[in-house]
């Protein structure tokens, strides 16, 4: 019994210990690993990401959230239940990809334009997987099937509006929800030239530190992914459970990668003939709407500085990988 409760009082400790201890046993494998994280950061997410930090931060000094806000009025409320300025980082979140959304959530709630709980509750379904990357690295890239793309783009979008109006049915309006943002007089005025200058290095730095820490977080998990590999836990964990289902080993080795590093695992899991290409299509579905451990500590290192609980951003995540599944399903039995 004492043993049991001396790890469970230092279950984090000893396992940033054995992470330290399997560093250094795997040291050439965890080298190899981190250069790869090292270059899939360089080669496609710098590329991919940064211009959309950079952007982000150059709209949110013009009046296009308030434009937004108006435009969208009828809307945001009666279906998610949550203020009309909730519509900006649900585009923004949506089509530029993970953690975009996060980001957007943090700076509004930053600047006070939306309450914390209405913040925690945007958050669950306006971080989302872009269409560049669903389209162009899912469809095209891993499944060599556009339509494939097409999909589960449609089917990931659908799924992250289903989960927010599911989250504004359940739980109670925030005594702050009727935040009046239009108040803001700054929301109202565009840039001018003088002031081009300060925002731009602003935003550059800014997203900078963004960026940074997305790439470490994208080195740190091809090491841990690496570690998971070579001592056979995820071989062996896959093993159990494709016994017990009856199922290729593989698909399910290629899943549990997802859980933990979305693009690694949704790459492993397109390659893996399950017999039946829906069961990849399926579980591709499942893994974008979560966006594997990876993006969730991503996008917790971004809202932590608020001190904004990523409990209901969680739930939200699992169930939009569920309703995506559900709808991909759907969908796979209609599109033949």
Known sequence: MKIFTFIKRNFITLLFVFFMFFLLVYSSDNLIAARNGLKLFANNVIPSLFPFFVAVELLSHTSLIYYLSKMFHKFMNPLFNVPDVAIF???????????IGAK????????NLISKKDAERVL???????PLFILGTVGIAFFNNQKIGLIL????????ITTGIIFGKFYKKSLKSDFDYTKFSYLKNDISFSDLGTILSDSVISSIKSILSVGGFVVLFSVIISILNKTGFLF????????????NPNIIQAFLTGLIEFTNGLNNISTVNCGNININIILSAFVLGFGGLSVTLQAISLISKEKLSPKIYILGKITQAFVASFYTF??????K
Do not use: C, E
């Open 89 to 99: 980082p649900l585009i923004m979140g949506t089509i530029s990809g993970y953690p």
């Open 104 to 111: 957007v959530v943090s700076d509004i709630y930053t600047n």
């Open 124 to 130: 669950a379904f306006t971080n989302n997987s872009g």
């Open 153 to 160: 783009l449609f089917t990931h979008i659908l799924a992250a």
């Open 236 to 247: 062996n964990i896959s093993n159990l459970i494709a016994n017990f289902l009856r199922v």
């Open 330 to 335: 759907l969908i796979l039995k209609i599109v």
